[in-house]
Structures are given as structure tokens and as C-alpha cells.
């Protein structure tokens, strides 16, 4: 079978399983470079393990820490003359890699927001690590079937108030757009939106976990947010999503109680904007991202998935003196660089000229679209694509 990028809407739906491995193994290559010499995590849970950025912290657990390490996620394993979904092969390629550097790492395929599938990750872990010491939550999802009540919940990206219009792109023609996007209809998408992506379930996770004495002493848990700048605001930090991300820091102080007589902490860390296959859904945020990209690679500062899981991990999580660098809000900011003035004061001068005729010049649309295919295992130098893949679409498995 030959493997070719093909695309429906905004998203890639085929995989190039030789590609994926490839994007994994370069992550490796990075972490290793960096010869990391704190103390970190010995065995991690990662919720949202097979893509972006959970993907990225396992990557950085295992061949960072020499962690053991249990990943969960939701994706399709190939079938007959069909690929499976970039987050299957990606995780097929790691525990490739994980086990022939001797280090533990089984996976479980499902929905996380289920109970059937918390109870399958805690008898794993009693079966085979005893209990973990970081717990990383990065789910990205759509949609939650509620466990408790069978509600299904459905997300929306709107703002809030007045509609709110902006530029955008279409990232694979590079055209630039005026983009109106009507606000919410009532408080219901606000509801649904914190019930998908909202602290609840990173609640249950935890409850459920230390319920079952799987925690360790000293055990940490972290789940990622975004903040990200004013031009974006109406649409992220201030829409609904931004309302789901509120909800998830407000979990923080619960589950430090929850944690408190395993003297265990939880931490919200704020991430850069990056190219992920959530991301690449939001009005207004690609254009800001390759705006973003061009302006930071300018400045020797761009950071990917990886990078900034690295500097999580070294910097912030595990710290040699043990300190763990917050911010006024009590939360962990790994933005710092996009955030900083210079960056943002040039990306808000660029918005203001950006246009279909000027993109490719001013800004890194190119480099946006390029790690997009990456994502799918596409875009790869030295892979040829026109070379039949027939044995990686079905041999890949997981454990
Ligand atoms: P992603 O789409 O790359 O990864 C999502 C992960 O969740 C995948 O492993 C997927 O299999 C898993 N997943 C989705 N639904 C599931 C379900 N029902 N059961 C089990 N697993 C499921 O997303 P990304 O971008 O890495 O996002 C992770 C977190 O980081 C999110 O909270 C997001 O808001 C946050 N974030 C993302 C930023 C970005 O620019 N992409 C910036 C800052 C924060
Ligand atoms: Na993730």
C-alpha cells in the first residue's frame, strides 16, 4: 500500500507509520541530547499519552528519567489496507524504542472518561509498578460521555458575548481570511465545554487512584492549559474553552486536599501554543501560531512539543534544589518565551499587515503546514512516499 497525505477539513486523515516512527524517534534523540541529571519521576501515568504534548512527557519520563511508564489514549490500530491513527503509530514506535533501551511501557487503548478504563489502568499498575509518582493528564477531546450520568457532552470553541471577527487562515491554501464566528447560544456550551475539558475528570483520575492505593508518597500531577495572547482572547482565554481551562485550575486546590496526607501536590502548567491536531481546529490560531513560529525561530527561541516538556521537567517539575518556579496564580508557565514582550510586540505587528499576498514572506505558514503532515508521519526528507508500506500498516502493536 502506498501511504499519501490526505486531507478532509482541517484534519489528515491517513498516517505514514514509518513517518510517525520517525517524529518519536527524533524526540528521543532530543531528550537524550540533553543528558538530564535531576532526579525525576520513576513511574508515570500519562493520560493523553500517544500524541502532542502527553506524548512529548512520556517521551521525556522514559528516555529522560529511564521512567517506567503507562500511557492512555484513544486511537485506532491499523486495519486491513487501512492506516491507524498518527497517536496508534506513534505509540507502537515508542514502545518499540522503550523496550529495547529495557525500559517499562504498556499502554491501554480506550476512553479515558470511562470507569471501566481507570479500573484497567489501576490493575495494571497494581500488577506491575505497585503505585506512580506522576500522574500527567493531557487529554484533548471533543466530546465526554459522563460516566456517572451517560450525558454525551460536546465542546465548543466560541466566544462569548458579541461575535467576534478576526483574521484567519486556511493553513494549506495560505489564504488569509476575515473569520466571524458567532458567540455561544447559551450557558449550556459553557456547561458542555467544562464538562469535556474542565477539571472533573482529572478529579475522578486522582480520587479514583488514590482510592485504590496506587499513589505514591510524594506523588505529582500535572494537566496543561493555554493562556496566550490578547488577539486571541475572545476565542481562547476569554470563549469557552478558556471557561473549561478556569475550571481546570480550580481543581489544583482540590486535589492538593485530596493529595495532602500523601504530601502530593498538583500543578496546572500553562503551555506554548503549538501545531497539534487540537490546535489546528481553532479559528484564529493557526495564523497566530505561524506569526508566532516565524518571530521565535528569528530569535533562536522556538520550542516544539518536546522542548517544552523537557524544560517542564528539568525546570519546573524536577528542580535540583526542589523548588518549583510559579507563578502569581500558583501556576507553572512554560509560555514564558512566547509571552515574553519583544516576542508578542513583534507577532502583533505582523497580524496587523498579514495577508494572503504577504504570508509566505512574513510569516512561517510553511513551517506550520510542514510539522501539521509531520503529525501524520508526512513531509519527511527521507522517507520516500512513494514506496509501498504494506508490512508497517498492519506489523505495529502495542502492549
Ligand atoms: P492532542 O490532540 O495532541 O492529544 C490529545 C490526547 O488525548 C491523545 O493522546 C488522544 O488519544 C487522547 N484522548 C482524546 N480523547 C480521549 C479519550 N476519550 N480517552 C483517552 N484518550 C483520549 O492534544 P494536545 O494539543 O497535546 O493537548 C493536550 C493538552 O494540552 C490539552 O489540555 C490542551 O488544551 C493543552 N494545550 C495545548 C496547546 C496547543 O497549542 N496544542 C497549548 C497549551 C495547552
Ligand atoms: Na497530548
Redesign the pocket.
Known sequence: MIIQPRTRGFICITTHPEGTAKNVHNQIEYIKSKNISTEGPKKVLI?????????SSRITAAFGYNAATIG????KPAAQKKPGTA?WYNTAAFEKEAHAAGLYAKSIN????SDE?KQQTIDLIKKDLGQVDLVVY????PR?THPKTGVVHSSVLKPIGEPFTNKTVDFHTANVTDITINPIDSQEDIDNTIAV?GGEDWKFWMEDLKAAGVLAEGVKTV????IGPELTHRIYKDGT?GMA?NDLEKTVPVLNELLADLNGVSYVS??????????SAIPVVPLYVSLLYKVMKDKGIHEG?IEQMQRLFEERLYTTNGQIPLDENGRIRIDDLEMREDVQKEVDDLWKIVTSENINEISDIKGYRDEFFQLFGFNYDEIDYDVETDELVTVPSIS
Open positions: 493520560i493523553g499519552a500517544s500524541t502532542g504534548f502527553g506524548l492512555v489514549f484513544f486511537e497517536g480506550g476512553d479515558a472518561f478504563i493531557s487529554l484533548a477531546s465526554r475539558m494537566a496543561y492549559s493555554y474553552i481551562k500553562v503551555n506554548k501554543a503549538l501545531v497539534t491536531q487540537s490546535s512539543t
